[in-house]
């Protein structure tokens, strides 16, 4: 079990910046982002693939987020530029093995983090 715990949450202005932060016990294959806006499905918003660094994001983020993992201090870091009132959610980091968008396939997750984009 991979312990995980989120930090760098907030309310901003639209148009404002957040830096997420993520830190685990262990990085494993694959670390991601989602996010749980009110009354709706938890999503993914950024994975990362720790074997190459290689970077993804859904449609609603891209250009305005950026994932990144620091091997060395085992975090894992989502830059949120551009923020508008529809990212505003709780944000939770998520380890697992494979690549998926699906929360049901990450078996690890921090507590989250509140995110609150004002217009």
């Known amino acids: 079990q991979v312990q995980l715990v989120e930090s760098g949450g907030g309310a901003v202005q639209t148009g404002g910046s957040l830096t997420l932060s993520c830190t685990a016990s262990?990085?494993?294959?694959?670390m991601s982002w989602f996010r749980q806006p009110p009354g709706k499905e938890r999503e993914g918003v950024a994975i990362i693939y720790d074997g190459t660094g290689a970077t993804y994001y859904a449609d609603p983020v891209k250009g305005r987020f950026t994932i990144s993992r620091d091997k060395a201090k085992k975090t894992v870091t989502l830059q949120m530029n551009r923020l508008r009132p529809e990212d505003t959610a709780m944000y939770y980091c998520?380890?697992?093995?494979?690549?998926?968008?699906?929360?049901?396939?990450?078996?690890?997750w921090g507590q989250g983090t509140q995110v609150t984009v004002s217009s």
């Open positions: 262990n990085i494993l294959r694959y």
């Open positions: 998520a380890a697992g093995p494979n690549f998926s968008w699906k929360s049901s396939w990450y078996s690890n």
